[in-house]
């Protein structure tokens, strides 16, 4: 017969209190909350307030807030209108209209596509979250980067700026138009020849189950805002840096030399960032350049620069944007010499 012994009367009472007591106790003590940072914060820039006023003030920091500013500025309202036209194809436009719209061979999509940039009036902000929504709808991923490319550069306002830009040029019109088309194309080619599914990240998109579509309309319309803007301010803030960084007298020594001048145009197209309805009077400014240098000008920046990158690393990821920026670079170079030296 065994026998076991009792436990004292309360035992088991403060065995199950004792938990609670513990954590209760590493409870106490100090906690970060989102008041108290940003309280502290408040009083660090409340006592550093001489220092931050100097820092404003001086010539680097101005000429940096000032492209910033005109980046977002020049930008943010096609961005508002890219993302409301991709709201538009996402909740009303059925995924059946793109099969019967483009060609069923991704070969013959990719130009109708990049020909159909044309009717979007607005810049490189405005293509990618559009260009996405072709995606999530199921358009093949070569047509919709071909839209991507040629719709900042070869839509009606983009080429009537042009035309104001340079007057008595017309060629220069006829030039952007082909050789940014040209480019277009040629990547979306690329795409569907050597590109992999893997590297393509599907477009992120809220869930619309269960909402109506004016409701899907608007949740679609503040997560494309959110995520698409968030980049366009990096994207801008690298670009204000490095205008502020680099000195002006280098353009005069590469506008000598016709290989460096399209190249150092090229780049600068790209460090800019200036949206497309207005990159044609700053490219119609560098005088000291040739035609075909201020074409790749054209032709790359509305393809390829820090905004639009990191634009679409957020919208396809960043396994895509550093395989697909670097080869858009230099198909969109190529395109323009080649073009530049048929036409001008």
Request: with cysteine; net charge positive.
């Amino acid at each position: 017969m065994s026998t076991t012994k009792a436990a004292p009367p309360g035992a088991g009472h403060r065995d199950a209190e004792a938990p609670p007591d513990r954590a209760s106790g590493e409870q106490q003590g100090w906690q970060f909350s989102s008041p108290l940072v940003l309280t502290m914060l408040l009083i660090l820039v409340v006592a550093s307030q001489g220092a931050i006023r100097r820092a404003v003030s001086a010539p680097v920091m101005q000429s940096w807030m000032t492209v910033f500013v005109a980046v977002v500025v020049q930008a943010l309202p096609f961005l508002v209108l890219g993302v409301l036209l991709s709201a538009l194809l996402a909740v009303f436009v059925p995924p059946s209209f793109f099969v019967r719209a483009l060609p069923s061979r991704p070969a013959l999509a990719v130009p109708v596509a990049g020909m159909a940039g044309a009717i979007l009036p607005g810049c490189e902000c405005a293509s990618v979250p559009v260009a996405g929504a072709l995606v999530r709808r199921g358009v093949a991923p070569a047509a919709a980067l071909a839209f991507l490319l040629s719709a900042p550069a070869i839509n009606p306002i983009v080429l009537t700026a042009t035309a104001i830009a340079f007057p008595g040029k017309p060629e220069m019109v006829v030039a952007r138009f082909v050789a940014s088309l040209l480019a277009a194309c040629a990547m979306g080619w690329l795409w569907q020849r050597l590109g992999r599914t893997n590297w393509l990240r599907p477009p992120a998109h809220p869930s619309d189950e269960g909402l109506g579509k004016a409701a899907a309309f608007w949740n679609s319309v503040r997560h494309d805002v959110m995520h698409a803007g968030g980049f366009l301010v990096v994207g801008a803030m690298a670009a204000a840096t490095l205008k502020a960084v680099v000195p002006a007298s280098w353009l005069s020594l590469a506008a000598d030399n016709p290989v460096v001048a399209v190249l150092a145009l090229a780049v600068l197209a790209v460090l800019l960032s200036i949206c497309s309805e207005a990159d044609a009077f700053v490219a119609a400014s560098l005088t000291q350049f040739s035609l075909t240098a201020r074409l790749a000008f054209l032709v790359v920046g509305p393809m390829i620069d820090l905004k639009l990158f990191a634009m679409q690393t957020g919208t396809f990821g960043r396994g895509f944007a550093l395989r697909f920026a670097p080869a858009t670079f230099v198909m969109a170079v190529a395109s323009a010499v080649l073009v530049g030296t048929v036409l001008l």
